[in-house]
Nanobody, 115 residues
């Protein structure tokens, strides 16, 4: 089992920045990948950025060059730094961890970007 607790998010004007955090606990040493997803009403949850244990970091085209996924292994925290935010970035953001074929999710946090 993996537990994910998110923090961050909020309201920001277009062009601003926010930083999301996700602290993992439990069986963290067997996590295969972690990432950030977002979802808006009426749409599927979509991948924003992912960080496999091996391989390349992946970003959605819509956030490339604006968002940065990173991790602090010592603190077991995953971050999503979001810069140059756009109104289209408004969504509920979820931290995700994949372990042994199972997905675990944070509680979600709202990001609202005003025009």
């Amino acid at each position: 089992q993996v537990q994910l607790v998110q923090s961050g998010g909020g309201l920001v004007q277009a062009g601003g920045s926010l930083r999301l955090s996700c602290e993992a606990s439990g069986n963290i040493f067997t996590i295969n990948a972690m990432g950030w997803y977002r979802q808006v009403p009426g749409k599927q949850r979509e991948l924003v950025a992912s960080m496999p244990s091996t391989g390349r970091i992946n970003y959605a085209d819509s956030v490339k060059d604006r968002f940065t996924i990173s991790g602090d292994n010592a603190k077991n925290i995953l971050y999503l730094q979001m810069n140059s935010l756009k109104p289209d970035d408004t969504a509920d953001y979820y931290c995700n961890a994949e372990r042994l074929g199972n997905n675990y999710w944070g509680q979600g946090t709202q990001v609202t970007v005003s025009s």
